[in-house]
């Protein structure tokens, strides 16, 4: 069955400090990949996704993530983060063409002044 | 982005009642719409897609007669959790899926219902 491995369950950064959140997936067809960012209280909210092209995907508020077909891996990235960046994320994986989405367990980001 | 709304945001019932939560497209009309299910510390796992005008399609493991799911209009889709228990105590998110001309059909997420079942 088709998985999505994200290996920090809570990170905990100081302001400006730069941010990257592992996520490996493991179905080897084609898959389409995305980071979803939830705020304390607030609803899932899409970062950035994958589909094809360039394997560099730059989304909303300073991130990015790197799709690494050879590692199955789209790790996410933000080179300075804010106070306001604390969240959960999740990093999700749907098969290409299909809409059902299979959802990593979430890392807990907290960001301190 | 587009809106999923949900109510109630939380509820609390006795044990062998019977609980619907509503998902609800504001802005934009969803043939497909889905159910999660969020433990503390976990990920969401999907329960079901639910289609306009037809029935759901249930994930392993998820008991359809358990997890009602009836898609009654392109911007309604409703969750009856029947008598309920105590271990279906969870988080239940929705999203509802915009489709468009593009390569990939997003999900917008409602903000969740939090049902205590006692």
């Known amino acids: 069955a088709q998985s999505v491995s994200q290996h920090n369950h809570h990170v905990i950064l100081s302001e400006a400090a730069s941010l990257e959140l592992g996520c490996n997936y493991s179905?080897?067809?084609?898959?389409?990949l995305f980071w979803y960012v939830q705020y304390p209280g607030q609803h899932l909210q899409l970062l950035l996704k994958?589909?094809?092209?360039?394997?560099l995907v730059k989304g909303i508020k300073g991130f990015e993530a790197e799709f690494i077909k050879s590692k199955f891996s789209f790790n996410l990235r933000k080179p300075s983060v804010q106070w306001s960046d604390t969240a959960e994320y999740f990093c999700a994986v749907n098969r290409g063409g299909g809409n059902k989405l299979t959802f990593g367990t979430g890392t807990q980001l907290k960001v301190e002044l | 982005g587009a809106v999923v709304s949900q109510h109630p945001s939380w509820v609390i019932c006795k044990s062998g009642t019977s609980v619907k939560i509503e998902c609800r497209s504001l802005?934009?009309?969803?043939?497909?719409m889905f159910w999660y299910r969020q433990f503390p510390k976990q990920s969401l796992m999907l329960m079901a897609t639910?289609?306009?005008?037809?029935?759901?399609?249930?994930e392993q493991g998820v008991e359809k007669d358990k997890f009602l799911i009836n898609h009654a209009s392109l911007t309604l889709s409703t969750l009856t959790v029947t008598s309920a228990h105590p271990e279906d105590s969870s988080f239940y998110i929705c999203?509802?899926?915009?489709?468009?001309?593009?390569?990939?059909?997003?999900?917008?997420f409602g903000p969740g219902t939090r049902l205590t079942v006692l």
């Open positions: 994958y589909f094809s092209g360039d394997p």
């Open positions: 999203s509802a899926l915009q489709t468009s001309g593009l390569s990939y059909n997003e999900q917008f």
């Open positions: 179905y080897g067809g084609t898959v389409n």
């Open positions: 639910s289609n306009e005008g037809s029935k759901a399609t249930y």
């Open positions: 802005d934009f009309q969803a043939t497909t």
